[in-house]
């Protein structure tokens, strides 16, 4: 499914990824989204454009598998949500404000 025509690109991106790796990759200008499943490249390319006003150079998506994980509080069974992650790459002097 194909998002390009989406005025709302809002939806696209849920929201940006602060983790400790992330906010080293900021320092090197490559910045980290969770975006929606049905996101492709090109959606997630648009949508930083759109909202951030500037170009990204590359995107890289990456997907997290949902995985299952025994409860140590109680014996049963868990699952972690899965998520798709978006790498974006930015031009030397770019910066997105994510405060």
Do not use: H
């Amino acid at each position: 499914m194909v998002l390009t025509t989406d005025v709302n690109f809002s939806t696209i991106i849920v929201k940006p990824r602060n983790t400790e790796k992330s906010v080293r990759l900021g320092e090197q200008n490559v910045y980290t989204f969770v975006v929606r499943q049905n996101a492709t490249k090109r959606d997630v390319k648009a949508a930083i454009t759109a909202l951030y006003n500037v170009t990204p150079v590359n995107v890289n998506i990456v997907n997290k598998t949902p995985r299952q994980y025994k409860s140590k509080a109680k014996n049963r069974r868990l699952t972690a949500k899965g998520m798709k992650k978006a790498y974006v790459y930015l031009k030397k002097g770019d910066t997105i404000s994510l405060v």
